[in-house]
């Protein structure tokens, strides 16, 4: 396969699986040294060649030590015929080696025709102009108004030479400023407000980094000095809105106090912003390349989440909840009791509305389904976070015995528009679930619960319980019934699940709800307490 990079094409083929272990990799990738698709694909296929030739001896050795050996292949190859093996593959990178050799001779004598060509070229312009006010100085002598006037034309000619040999200026780009207010302008139709809060942060954090200038005249170097910058800020920046501190100036201070960083997460996020801005004015040819590509950074999670112990769920149940004057106890009860039983996310609780809570087939559900905001408040329109996420979630046996459904008719009877009614859209982002999430984490922070330990975590809790289930048998769950349930997109790719499944059953979503387990000392009511 050609693949095109930034440095130039490169040859992939995939390793077969029954020698990967002779290789010890997965795929082969050999660059090709050229940016001409026509050059790449001839290389390619003398690789391709080359490739398959080893591929193929590795193969017919293999199953020839198979047939005279009782042993183990690997432990063939680890001692007495590894060498042999070592010796085929070696041939092949030697012949590979040699090819690409040949290939940088090419592209030398390339570049070497061009210098000259170039040089000649330099040399006759210089020549041609020379000539000229020669030719100026025969015009004056020449009475002949005829002869004169065909000499003055080719006195143009060369007097175009000048324009042919001198590089064209490239064309002027806006500043910077000017450039990210127009892609945002011809960009945002479709953008909620987080967009926009994020693309003017990125925006500001790298002028304070760069600097305001021609887009086009930023190079590689700004783009690194942006994320070295970015790298080094503290790791709790920007929670403080009227914090107006520049970036350096964020750096030099978390380096004073010694404080923890961002994740590269974050600055990958600002990255993908600014690439966006780069590429829009690539199309437009007004920046000569995306400098924001090709860079990497560490996007490994820092806390990895985990499901809830049995020792810290038990600290939880007998810990008074007295954090909040705004959110009662049965408010919080209720949501930790829907987030343990059903999996479903904060925002995805905060956010059920009473008309959320329908009978089908005589079993109460809570549909997770989009809802249009108003248009003096667009913030309350919701969408799941995917098509799976869309979903009917029955409410268990366990919540309607805590009296989940007579908080729900309670809700319905204030005429509130959502279940848990004491809740507010807050926050630059407008959820729901901000107040409550912020109050949970200092709750639980208090008991000595770690940072692995989530709200989230109830998700990861009720997912690990049901697919220990065995599928088969009495009480058996089906997987493609857990993931509708939890709203998983699902690893079963079969036409069976993608195309003929339309729906799961209700029954059978029932049942997986009631299967979600916890120890004995897990209640609810007492939660309220």
């Known amino acids: 396969m050609l693949i095109r990079r930034p440095a130039g094409y490169s040859y992939r083929q995939k390793v077969p699986l029954p020698i990967r272990a002779f290789l010890g990799k997965r795929e082969l990738w050999i660059a090709l040294d050229t940016n001409d698709k026509s050059l790449a694909k001839n290389r390619a296929c003398e690789i391709f060649n080359l490739t398959n030739k080893l591929f193929s001896r590795l193969k017919i050795m293999a199953q020839e030590l198979a047939q005279d050996s009782n042993d183990i292949i690997r432990d063939i190859i680890d001692s007495r015929f590894k060498p042999l093996f070592d010796e085929v593959i070696s041939s092949y990178e030697t012949?590979?080696?040699?090819?690409?050799?040949?290939?940088?001779?090419?592209?030398?004598?390339?570049?070497l025709a061009r210098i000259e060509q170039d040089a000649e070229f330099k040399k006759f312009a210089k020549?041609?102009?020379?000539?000229?006010?020669?030719?100026?100085?025969?015009?004056?002598?020449?009475?002949?108004?005829?002869?004169?006037?065909?000499?003055?034309?080719?006195?143009?000619?060369?007097n175009n030479i000048e324009s042919w040999t001198k590089p064209k200026e490239p064309q002027k780009s806006p500043l910077f400023s000017e450039a990210s207010e127009a892609f945002i302008l011809a960009s945002s139709k479709t953008w909620k407000d987080s967009d926009f809060r994020a693309y003017r942060s990125s925006i500001k954090r790298f002028l304070e980094c760069c600097g305001d200038k021609e887009i086009r005249l930023y190079g590689g170097q700004d783009a690194g000095h942006f994320k070295e910058l970015m790298e080094q800020l503290p790791e709790n920046y920007g929670r403080n809105t009227k914090d107006t501190r520049t970036v350096p100036q964020l750096v030099k201070e978390a380096n004073k106090l010694k404080l923890k960083r961002v994740s590269g997460k974050s600055v990958k996020n600002h990255f993908s912003k600014m690439s966006s801005i780069w590429r829009y004015y690539l199309l437009r040819d007004l920046v000569d390349k995306n400098i924001f590509i090709?860079?990497?950074?560490?996007?490994?999670?820092?806390?990895?989440?985990?499901?809830?112990?049995?020792?810290?769920?038990?600290?939880?149940?007998?810990?008074?909840?007295?954090?909040?004057?705004?959110?009662?106890?049965?408010?919080?009860?209720?949501i930790v009791g829907v987030g343990s039983y059903?999996?479903?996310?904060?925002?995805?609780?905060?956010?059920?509305?009473v008309e959320d809570i329908q009978n089908i087939r005589g079993i109460p559900c809570i549909v997770i389904q989009e809802h249009q905001g108003t248009k003096k408040e667009p913030w309350t329109a919701w969408n799941p976070k995917s098509e799976a996420g869309a979903r009917v979630v029955p409410i268990?046996?366990?919540?309607?015995?805590a009296g989940f459904m007579d908080f729900i008719e309670k809700s319905r009877r204030m005429k509130s528009?959502?279940?848990?009614?004491?809740?507010?859209?807050?926050?630059?982002?407008?959820?729901?679930?901000?107040?409550?999430?912020?109050?949970?984490?200092?709750?639980?922070?208090?008991?000595?619960?770690?940072?692995?330990?989530v709200f989230h975590s109830f998700r990861h809790y009720?997912?690990?319980?049901?697919?220990?289930?065995?599928?088969?048998?009495?009480?058996?769950?089906?997987e493609v019934w857990i993931d509708n349930f939890l709203g998983h997109e699902g690893n079963n790719k079969s036409i069976g699940n993608t195309v003929y499944l339309d729906e799961v059953d209700v029954e059978n979503l029932k049942r997986v709800s009631?299967?979600?387990?916890?120890?004995?000392?897990?209640?609810?009511?007492?939660l309220m307490t």
């Not at 012949?95 to 570049?111: D, G, R």
């Not at 997912?463 to 065995?470: F, Q």
């Open 95 to 111: 012949e590979i080696s040699n090819l690409k050799s040949q290939y940088q001779l090419m592209n030398a004598e390339h570049l």
């Open 127 to 158: 020549d041609a102009t020379d000539e000229v006010s020669k030719i100026h100085g025969l015009m004056k002598d020449i009475p002949d108004l005829d002869i004169r006037k065909k000499m003055s034309d080719i006195l143009g000619h060369f």
């Open 294 to 334: 090709g860079w990497n950074f560490d996007t490994k999670q820092k806390v990895k989440r985990v499901r809830w112990s049995d020792e810290y769920l038990e600290r939880l149940v007998n810990s008074s909840f007295d954090i909040s004057t705004t959110i009662s106890k049965e408010t919080y009860a209720f």
């Open 342 to 353: 059903t999996g479903m996310r904060l925002e995805e609780i905060c956010r059920i509305r």
């Open 396 to 401: 268990c046996e366990k919540l309607i015995e």
């Open 417 to 453: 528009r959502y279940v848990f009614s004491e809740l507010k859209f807050s926050g630059k982002d407008k959820k729901r679930s901000g107040l409550i999430q912020r109050n949970f984490s200092t709750h639980k922070s208090r008991l000595g619960i770690p940072a692995t330990t």
């Open 462 to 478: 009720v997912s690990t319980k049901l697919r220990n289930i065995h599928e088969h048998g009495e009480g058996g769950l089906r």
């Open 514 to 526: 009631d299967s979600v387990q916890y120890p004995s000392f897990w209640n609810i009511e007492r």
